[in-house]
């Protein structure tokens, strides 16, 4: 049977899909733009191609069973910018735009700034960075090789001059920076919620029994690389703020703080090298 595009959308919702979901799948087997949601309000009569029926009933499918939408249409919107993403790296999510806009305040008014984003994955902290600040001095850090060819797959399509390592953390970086950054892993190793995030990479996600492993190393390394007045901001999860607050007082570190997210939950927290 020949479905229209209203209909299309309709099953899709019937089987349990947010009707946003539901159309960008569709336009995405339609081949349109991601922001083509108006062409399909005017066009909800239109015939569905087959070949676009069946890829549709595909990626229905594929989003029920909990893989990122992100995945299914191989982009996500982040910070203003359309990134590139897949299997090979952690689904950027909005709530990561609060350590973005941490950085800028902080960071106020320094030109040539030096940044280092930790555990880049599809680069977006890093690529928001730079494309706000064109005249910081961007560094990007992964340990997977994967994750950082996404990452440089999106500077180069989106012009941006970051420069990409391959590391653990700080490990072999040179030189001091103003502001390091980070969304390091950190859910609890067998937390119920980590089945949900199966399509997404491991490594990216637990942190050991506490979820606070990556954010103890980068806490304890952080000082030895950062300018006097310099900062560390870090996300994190949900119940997380105050013992990432009390990890960064013990490193030595001031102005200790926690901002929240847009759902008014505290999501990252940092703090700064003394002055002096």
């Given amino acids: 049977m020949t479905l229209t595009c209203a209909r299309a959308v309709h099953n899709a919702q019937s089987l349990g899909l ?3 979901d539901a159309q960008m799948l569709l336009l995405h087997a339609l081949g349109r733009a991601p922001h083509d949601r108006a062409w399909l309000l005017a066009h909800g009569d239109d ?31 982040f910070y203003g910018l359309t990134l590139a993403v897949d ?25 040539n ?37 996404v990452a ?20 072999g970086l040179t030189g001091r920076f103003d502001a390091i950054v980070s969304n390091p892993p950190y859910i609890v190793e067998g937390d119920p919620h980590l089945p949900a995030l199966q399509h997404e ?24 690389h950062l300018v006097p007045g310099g900062w560390l901001l870090l996300e994190h999860g949900y119940d997380q703020a105050v013992p990432v607050r009390q990890l ?14 847009l759902a008014g939950i505290e999501r990252c927290s940092g703090g700064q090298i003394p002055a002096h």
């Fill in 47 to 77: 015939a569905l191609p087959a070949t676009a029926q069946a890829l549709l009933e595909t990626l229905v499918q594929r989003r029920l069973s909990g893989e990122p939408l992100a995945y299914l249409t191989g982009f996500k919107e």
């Fill in 201 to 224: 990479p491991a490594l990216a996600l637990a942190s050991g029994p506490d979820g606070l492993d990556a954010i103890r190393a980068i806490v304890a390394s952080a000082p030895a």
């Fill in 113 to 149: 700034a030096r940044v280092v984003d930790l555990g880049t994955g599809s680069g977006a902290i890093a690529l928001a960075l730079k494309h706000a600040q064109p005249d910081w001095q961007v560094q990007a850090v992964d340990l997977s090789t994967e994750a950082l060819a």
């Fill in 248 to 261: 960064l007082e013990s490193a030595g570190f001031v102005r200790v703080q926690s901002r929240c997210d």
């Fill in 152 to 171: 440089q797959a999106n500077a180069q399509r989106l012009q941006l001059d970051v420069q990409f390592l391959q590391g653990s953390w700080l490990q």
């Fill in 87 to 111: 299997a090979r790296v952690l689904d950027p999510r909005p709530d990561t735009e609060t350590l973005v806009d941490w950085a800028l305040d902080a960071l106020r008014g320094q030109t």
């Fill in 18 to 20: 947010e009707r946003l």
